[in-house]
């Protein structure tokens, strides 16, 4: 599929007051921030989406990080008969389950549900509204939680936590170069994960700024195949009945 390489951006604007990553919320007893993610997602993608936030597909390794995730499932209601993926599996070897963090399942005071573990083919631990872990495949799809602990290190310019991003003040906006090749939907999808979009060019002025960018990046520096003169922008061509091409953020 074809691939370039992107720049992100995020709208700062008039704003002053810092804000945290969108979605995190600070559990105290475990000095860590989650984010619950309510669309359910295959064990992969929601490993993937942690990882593109910056963070760690969650486990309930703790006590407090237990305690924590069962009452954001209760606040989202996502507890009443169904489960979320934990970040635990045994994908490495076969019944040694491991959080992503690399806490063995034998060293978290967690309760297998009834019946669990069951399955040959189920690698994936999920975590129910009890607080009890069973097995389930990795294939299925569940909400989840990511875990960052640098949610609060939020630079005052460009109010993430993402490295790499710059603030221009011609345009009110910081902008992020990736150097990696990309398709146009995986690089909106890793903008989208740190809190911005893929850029849009709005202006001359942005145009400048951009055009200024990429020139710190001789093509030597990028990582990847062919058309490193190239990045994609945010704009799409809908599949309405004119096709119209329009950024990705307004509609
Ligand atoms: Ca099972």
Known sequence: MF?????????IGQKTAAVLDPGYEYVEEANTW?????????????????RLEGGVLA???????TKAMLSMMT?????????????????????DFMSLDGVSVTNMQLDWAHG????????????????????????????????????????????CTHKYYEYHP???????FHKEVETWHHAAKVCHAEGGHLAIINSNTEAVVIK????????????????????????WKWNDRNGAWLTTTTW
């Open 75 to 95: 606040t989202y209601k996502v507890n009443l008969g169904t489960r979320c993926f934990t970040g635990i599996h045994d994908l490495v070897s076969k019944r």
């Open 59 to 65: 486990s309930p390794s703790t006590t407090a990080l």
């Open 212 to 235: 200024d960018i990429f020139e710190n990046y001789p093509e030597g520096n990028i990582i990847g195949p062919t058309y490193t003169s190239n990045a994609w922008v945010g704009v």
């Open 116 to 159: 669990e573990p069951s399955g040959n083919d189920e690698n994936c631990l999920v975590l129910n509204g009890e607080g009890e872990i069973a097995d389930d495949s990795c294939s299925s799809k569940y909400p989840f939680f990511c875990r960052k602990d640098n949610a609060a290190n939020v630079s005052h310019e460009c109010h």
């Open 170 to 176: 011609r345009t009110g906006s910081c902008y992020k």
């Open 3 to 11: 691939q370039l390489i992107f720049l992100c951006a995020i709208f």
């Open 34 to 50: 989650l984010r619950l993610h309510i669309v359910p997602a295959d064990w992969q993608d929601a490993r993937v989406q942690c």
